[in-house]
């Protein structure tokens, strides 16, 4: 088994089962990850999935490097086109993808990282990219999506120096949003994932596109897909129900629609 999966309702909780690998992406776990994405995706009540690893060690330690060893470089090939179509299809899910980085996230395992929305480390935890320091570059979307998330100038830093930065640093470098004691890294991920799962899932769908794909555009440019976005939220029946929830003093409940 190279993935568990908690059922939690609006919430899932997907863990690499390959801690004696340091849970590194193997052909098997990707082929999980694939799987999994491709459920989730017809799921319609899940709103949020926490990825996280198995044990206290690592999160992913990246590519599992004795595999490697094995393939061909048409095999090479053919992994790593399949892992870059995985990263994608975690950032451009309408579900929102939270990384509970418990240990080492490096190479591969950071680009996983990445590729979610959001990010919680337990104190201690390592995350780099250093492909360069073997002779490679980072390959699934590390290059493009650390100087997203955190500047070119600090990406330039990290990878081009290849070191590795602790939960800490990470946090001050905006890589990671928040910073937790190993014992209670689930609970504080799952409690994140908690908040946005109680959101309209057509807004967190529509806010997660704004953000994605408004970025690079020019701001007037970016400002009309918001506008698209938002206009999108008004016909749903999730908007009636907020206000509805909001006279009466409760709760909304949520369906999508």
Not at 5 to 18: P, S, Y
Not at 119 to 131: H, I
Not at 183 to 207: D, I, T
Request: aromatic share 4%.
């Amino acid at each position: 088994m190279e993935w568990i999966v908690e059922d939690r309702g609006e919430i899932e909780l997907w863990t690499i089962a390959g801690e004696a690998r340091r849970n590194s992406i193997s052909t098997a776990m990707l082929a999980g990850l694939n799987a999994e994405l491709a459920r989730a995706a017809g799921r319609r009540e899940l709103r949020c999935v926490v990825i996280t690893g198995q044990g206290d060690k690592a999160f992913c330690a990246g590519a599992d490097l004795k595999e490697r060893a094995g393939m061909s470089t048409g095999q090479v090939h053919a992994f790593h086109r399949d892992l870059r179509a995985a990263l994608r299809a975690i950032e451009s899910s309408p579900k929102v993808f939270l990384a509970a980085v418990n240990g080492a996230a490096l190479g591969g395992g950071c680009e996983l990282a990445l590729a979610c929305d959001l990010r919680v480390a337990a104190a201690g935890a390592e995350l780099g990219l250093p492909e360069v320091g073997l002779g490679i570059i980072p390959g699934g979307g590390g290059t493009q999506r650390l100087a997203r998330a955190i500047g070119v100038a600090r990406a330039k830093d990290l990878i081009l120096t290849a070191r590795r930065v602790k939960a800490e640093e990470a946090a001050a470098l905006g890589l990671v949003s928040a910073v937790v004691a190993p014992g209670r890294l689930r609970e504080e991920a799952l409690s994140w994932a908690g908040l946005v799962a109680r959101n309209a899932p057509v807004s967190l769908r529509q806010a997660k596109r704004a953000i994605d794909e408004g970025f690079s555009l020019p701001m007037e440019e970016a400002l009309d897909l918001e506008n698209r976005m938002y206009q999108d939220c008004l016909g749903t029946r999730d908007r009636v129900e907020a206000l509805r929830a909001f006279a009466e003093k409760r709760k909304p409940v949520f369906t999508g629609e």
